[in-house]
């Protein structure tokens, strides 16, 4: 059984587009995160939810929204779509907030065109 | 700069010999955690290092924790082809955030 998945695995857009991506685990933990791992593979936070409540909001601009619609699921939405959004976002869970153990999702690769 | 930095960037071995990275970070900590990740996948935790733990080893894999030189190393016995991935340390600087190096590209070699 897949622990946290990620849908879709690849994604392909024109600039100014907007998307989005969805996050399930099914682990049963109570905080989810989603980070971007640039061409360069530097892993880097976004945001984090504990219990669906915010904790974590880096320096990330306001055309990326978060979502949290249950413990189990965190969606991560971006408008107008850049050249430079394009990574591999990738979504984790851990037991508790933030310095434990995280599991991955296998990552949703964005190219934007 | 960040907070973890792995050295070397990357490394190539022979089948069958240690593979040693290490890491460094500039704050202190609570834990230092090591994840592998293969080509196109997502990043598996490896081990985790508590700040007043020395050596902690988990089948070929060891690890080694100075605080006072805010250094890690992982050790990668025996190494097989399929250790071929990369290897980023993480750290906790502050509470309810990991932050991780850029990572060492290891290459095993039949």
């Known amino acids: 059984d897949t622990a946290v998945s990620q849908t879709p695995k690849y994604l392909v857009t024109q600039m100014g587009n907007d998307k989005s991506i969805k996050c399930e685990q099914n682990?049963?933990?109570?905080?989810m995160y989603w980070y971007k791992q640039d061409s360069k593979k530097f892993l880097k936070i976004m945001f984090s939810?504990?219990?669906?409540?915010?904790?974590i909001n880096e320096t990330v601009p306001n055309r990326f929204s978060p979502k949290s619609p249950d413990k189990a699921h965190l969606n991560l939405h971006i408008n107008s779509l850049e050249l430079g959004d394009s990574a591999v976002y990738f979504c984790?869970?851990?037991?508790?907030?933030?310095?434990?153990?995280?599991?991955f999702g296998p990552g949703t690769r964005l190219l934007v065109l | 700069s960040q907070q973890g930095e792995e050295d070397p960037q990357a490394l190539s071995i022979q089948e069958g010999e240690n593979a040693t990275m290490n890491c460094s970070y500039k704050?202190?900590?609570?834990?230092l955690q090591w994840y592998r990740q293969n080509s196109g996948r997502g990043l598996v935790h490896l081990i985790l290092?508590?700040?007043?733990?020395r050596e902690k080893h988990s089948g070929r894999l060891r690890v080694t924790l100075d605080t006072s030189k805010k250094s890690s190393s992982l050790l990668i016995t025996a190494s097989r082809a399929a250790d071929t991935a990369s290897y980023f340390c993480a750290t906790d600087p502050r509470a309810q955030k990991l932050v991780f190096g850029q990572g060492t590209r290891l290459t095993i070699n039949p």
């Open positions: 290092i508590r700040s007043n733990e």
């Open positions: 984790a869970s851990s037991g508790g907030a933030g310095v434990e153990t995280q599991y």
């Open positions: 682990l049963g933990h109570d905080t």
């Open positions: 939810y504990n219990n669906k409540e915010l904790i």
């Open positions: 704050t202190s900590i609570n834990n």
